[in-house]
C-alpha cells in the first residue's frame, strides 16, 4: 500500500491550528522552563589589609531560554562594624544574558587593622520570587596580610614550577610575561595540593615571565 502525503494540505492545517490555539491563548513560549538559580562564586572572599573595596561576584543559572533574572544582595555585620570598618551595601543585581555579576563593599582601608569578616547575603528578588539560592551566604575576610610569596623551580621540557605556602585565602597567581608587554596576567587560581603547598606548573613563552600572588581584590 502507497501512502501518499500532501505536505501543502498537512502545512495549512497546522498553520490555522496555531492561529486558532494562539488567538484562544493556548499556546505562548515559555519564558522560564525552571527557576532561575543564583550563588555567590564562593564561600569565602579575601582582601588584603589597606584594601579601599571588594569585589563580590554572582553567579547565574538560567532557567529560561531569555537568559534574564534578578536577585537581592546584602551586607551584615560579622566580626567587622557597618560605617566603621565598611559602608554597608544592598542592592539588585540583574541579569540578562550574563552569567556573572559583581557588586563592590567600600572598605575603610584603615592600615593594619586586625582581620575581620562581612557577611553578604543573597535573597530572591521581587522580580523573580521563585529563584532557587544554591549559595546565598558568603564571608568576606578583610584585613589580611599579604600573600605568600612565591618559589619558582625549573620543571622538564622546558616547563616552570611555581609554589607557595597554603595560608587558606586561595590567592590569585598572576604572570608578567616581559617579551610581550607590561600587564600582569592572572593564570589560575590554584588549590592546596594536601602537603600545605599550592603548586602550578606553568610552560612560560620566549623570553623572561615574573610571578605573584594577589588577593581577588
Known sequence: ????????????????????????????????????QFEFTSARYFVSNGATNAVITVRFFPGGRDWSGS???A????????????TPVNSTLSFSGVAYRSFTVPLSGAPQ????????????SSFDANAILTRSNAAL????????????????????????????TEPL?????????TNWDFIASVPADGNGRCVYTDV???GMALYRLRRPQ
Open 173 to 181: 597567581l598572576e604572570k608578567l610575561q616581559t617579551s610581550t608587554g
Open 204 to 206: 612560560p613563552s620566549v
Open 71 to 73: 536577585v537581592n544582595y
Open 75 to 86: 551586607t551584615r555585620d560579622g566580626t567587622a562594624i557597618a560605617n566603621q570598618d565598611y
Open 113 to 124: 587593622q586586625q582581620p575581620k569578616t562581612i557577611l553578604v547575603v543573597l535573597t530572591p
Open 141 to 168: 575576610n578583610i584585613n589580611l596580610p599579604s600573600p605568600p610569596n612565591v618559589d619558582i623551580s625549573p620543571g622538564t621540557n622546558g616547563t616552570v614550577i611555581v609554589s607557595w605556602p597554603d595560608d587558606g
Open 1 to 36: 500500500m502507497k501512502k501518499h502525503i500532501f505536505s501543502g494540505g498537512l502545512q495549512f492545517c497546522l498553520s490555522l491550528t496555531l492561529l486558532l490555539a494562539s488567538a484562544q491563548g493556548q499556546i505562548a513560549p515559555r519564558d522560564t522552563v525552571i527557576p532561575n
